[in-house]
């Protein structure tokens, strides 16, 4: 089967793309479970989700940025037995992905008529979505499956010429998507709203729409962006989604179907109206106000759009990009009245020239940055996609134009924060790319028959097959490759957290810390907000009002509360990332406010690990668990055991500990055990404090509580090993019993 085939996929094809979709889901399985991102969004929106779900308020006292249709979501999840937990939200936004990435396929394939175009979409999409693994339960998953689902839907319904659905659906999806971010959900109602208006009979309501829509989009990024319009990654981003907006409007105004009227607007008015008031209906019941939801929903995230931001990284010659595709659309628009055929066919060609661009980006690894390179090459051609080739299909040309125009319209998501906001905005670039090329192969083979003979036509097809095939295995075995390394650990083994796997320091760390908090806190609380500490630990924060960046989205009266209920817990605890702290400080985002100078005054060290604090109020004294003190000896000059290691334990060993690895995996790694390490046992109480006289014990190594181990050894050396080494508690058959750390 080649590029210009138009028959659909006969059995092998479909089997072979079954398989691949099974072996993706699996490699994305496997990465889904191995990341996870120490700033700590995950933990944010679980505990939010998890507050609703018990009974909270939204905004009036669960905090989010957000609006409530990912919370009625998760609601229903919960209802319905999906534990609200890492490995839930991890399951659930793998789903997402998966079925993202196969309708997605699904829309190329059957839309370019191409089993290989499907191949190319399905290892695309997937290889694109691989930032997902660092955003679960994040709402972008929701965005990114309701987008996918405008697409695919669209596609199907308008391509058939069911007008009035395809309008319904938008509507639903617009609602759900302003009910989710309101600045996607806009981006979304702009693309609607475009798609008719430039869709429009002949008359003067379309000579007006046809002025305003291009008007508008060159106005839309220089409104939302003006608060740093300033900075020159802003200014760029401005001027290549305006030229890039523009040219989509005047090559849809100038070539696009014009069968609508007014009234084909309304199923889009209804249905969104329906899908909202049944959003909204859910948090109004459960103890929401509609001031709460105005706040919430519109007012909240209009005041925050810009606390935070993180640039494109836009190429030195973007601009002139951009330019020079607005002069190519502009001299396409003026040589088609003159020489059609030949201006058709040239289209054609940088259509087929684009995908190739697109397919060149999905080979460069990591898959994390498949989508930072699909967003350069992707808006300043989009005019292309839109350009309707001389005797095409007009309702075909009308299902294209809504994918480009939504498109469009997502790119914007990647302001004011590029991150996985690139990914969520700018994936639909993969199948538009891949429909547009297979039709533009079409489309010229039926031009060129004439003209060429007919293998130099098949071996062209032959050469688009391959090149799109090329692309799609080296995106998935690079998929595969990153999922294979990144699953090289060990099970993080936290309440909730199922299969999750971590490289065995940061498990380590992150054990430490839980177990910690377990023992020492009555609140815990953190900063930025980690609340996957709280999930794992099952200490309460100091309130509902919980966010990753509490100390620029919270309000003073917020923040004044957070403080009052930290006051009055002597044993509350605060976890600090210093590393974290001094990212958003070197982006001028330092944590300042009541709430962090309450901290800094207040709170004090009790331990630090990797660049975590472990911070008590000032003059409590805690003993950490799972935090090992390495020591030299007075021996040493007398030949006697010159190390010693004082390592806490604090909970029960599954098995007898039979030996101890301190730092797995390293060149000095040493190995304790009963041939070189003498062992004393001190019962601790479960706060740490010495609970009877040490006793001499026997390898392999039984506690039943907490306790204190006291190592003596004098070879092997461990004067060489890494600072803050993981230690490794290993039973009889090599399996581990429990992890931990030397402190610093």
């Not at 008007?215 to 740093?228: D, T």
């Not at 907006?245 to 889009?268: E, F, K, N």
């Not at 098949?458 to 391959?466: D, F, I, M, V």
């Not at 009963?674 to 001190?682: F, K, L, M, S, Y």
């Amino acid at each position: 089967m080649n590029g210009a085939d138009s028959v659909r996929p006969r059995w092998p094809a479909t089997l072979l793309l079954a398989g691949a979709s099974a072996v993706l889901t699996t490699l994305a399985a496997s990465a889904m479970f191995a990341v996870f991102m120490f700033y700590d969004d995950e933990g944010y929106v679980l505990i939010s989700y998890r507050n609703f779900a018990e009974g909270g308020a939204l905004y009036g006292e669960i905090f989010s940025q957000y609006g409530p249709f990912p919370f009625v979501v998760h609601w229903l999840l919960h209802l319905a037995g999906l534990p609200l937990s890492h490995a839930g939200g991890r399951a659930f936004t793998l789903c997402l992905w998966v079925l993202v990435s196969l309708g997605l396929a699904a829309l190329a394939g059957r839309a370019a008529r191409s089993g290989t175009a499907g191949a190319f979409t399905l290892a695309g999409a997937f290889s694109c979505l691989f930032v997902m693994t660092s955003e679960p339960s994040h709402p972008g998953g929701l965005i990114v499956a309701l987008v996918a689902t405008a697409a695919v839907g669209g596609w199907f319904l308008l391509s058939r010429g069911q007008t009035g659905y395809g309008s319904a659906l938008a509507g639903a999806v617009t609602a759900a998507l302003l009910l989710t971010k309101i600045n996607v959900g806009l981006f979304a109602a702009v693309a609607t709203f475009a798609w008719h208006a430039l869709h429009l009979r002949e008359g003067r309501l379309r000579r007006a729409a046809i002025a305003v829509v291009p008007a508008g989009c060159a106005l839309l990024p220089l409104l939302l962006m003006r608060a740093k319009i300033s900075e020159p990654w802003v200014a760029t981003f401005a001027w290549v989604w305006g030229t890039a907006a523009v040219t989509v409007a005047m090559t849809i105004a100038t070539h696009g179907a014009r069968d609508l009227t007014p009234r084909s607007a309304a199923p889009a008015l209804v249905s969104g109206f329906v899908v909202a008031a049944a959003i909204l209906a859910v948090p109004l019941i459960r103890g929401s106000s509609p001031a709460d939801l105005l706040e919430g929903i519109v007012l909240g995230p209009l005041r925050n759009s810009v606390k935070f931001s993180h640039p494109v990284s836009w190429p030195p010659a973007m601009d002139w990009y951009a330019g020079v595709t607005l002069a190519m659309c502009v001299a396409a628009l003026i040589l088609r009245r003159h020489r059609p055929g030949a201006t058709d066919t040239a289209v054609a060609i940088l259509r087929i020239a684009y995908a190739a661009g697109i397919a060149l980006c999905l080979l460069r690894p990591p898959p994390l940055l498949v989508s930072f390179n699909l967003f350069i090459p992707t808006l300043p051609a989009l005019w292309l996609l839109a350009w309707r080739l001389e005797g095409g299909d007009p309702r075909t040309d009308s299902a294209r134009n809504w994918i480009v125009l939504l498109l469009l319209g997502q790119c914007l998501h990647a302001y004011p924060v590029a991150g996985s906001q690139v990914a969520w905005g700018c994936v639909l670039a993969i199948p538009a790319a891949a429909i547009g090329a297979w039709e533009a192969a079409r489309w010229l083979r039926a031009k060129w028959n004439a003209r060429f003979a007919p293998r130099t036509i098949r071996l062209a097809g032959s050469a688009l097959a391959l090149g799109a095939f090329v692309s799609a295995w080296v995106a998935g075995w690079n998929l595969g490759r990153e999922s294979i390394r990144r699953s090289d650990g060990v099970s993080l083994g936290l309440p909730g957290t199922g299969p999750m796997r971590q490289p065995v320091d940061s498990a380590a760390l992150l054990r430490v810390l839980t177990l910690n908090a377990t023992a020492h806190a009555d609140l815990l609380f953190s900063e930025p907000g980690m609340f996957s500490f709280n999930l794992w630990s099952g200490a309460p924060t100091p309130g509902p009002a919980n966010v990753t960046h509490w100390f620029s989205l919270l309000g003073e009266g917020r923040q004044r509360e957070i403080i009052r209920r930290l006051e009055g817990s002597p044993r509350a605890v605060v976890i600090t990332d210093q590393l974290h702290v001094e990212f958003l400080r070197n982006r001028g985002f330092a944590p300042a406010g009541p709430l962090h100078d309450f901290i800094t005054r207040e709170f004090e060290p009790a331990f630090r690990a990797a660049d975590m604090e472990f911070r008590v109020r000032r003059g409590r004294s805690i003993r950490p668990f799972l935090l090992a003190d390495l020591l030299e000896r007075a021996e040493s000059t007398q030949g006697g055991e010159r190390h010693l290691i004082r390592l806490p334990l604090l909970l029960r060993t599954g098995e007898p500990v039979a030996a101890i690895e301190l730092a797995p995996g390293h060149p000095a790694s040493v190995q304790l055990n009963g041939q070189n390490t003498r062992v004393e046992i001190t019962p601790l109480s479960p706060r740490g404090d010495p609970a009877g006289p040490a006793v001499e014990a026997r390898w392999p190594i039984v506690t039943s509580g907490p306790a204190l181990l006291s190592l003596y050894f004098s070879s092997p050396d461990p004067t060489r090993l890494p600072r803050e080494a993981t230690l490794l508690l290993k039973n009889a058959a090599g399996g581990e019993e429990a992890l931990a750390r030397l402190a610093p």
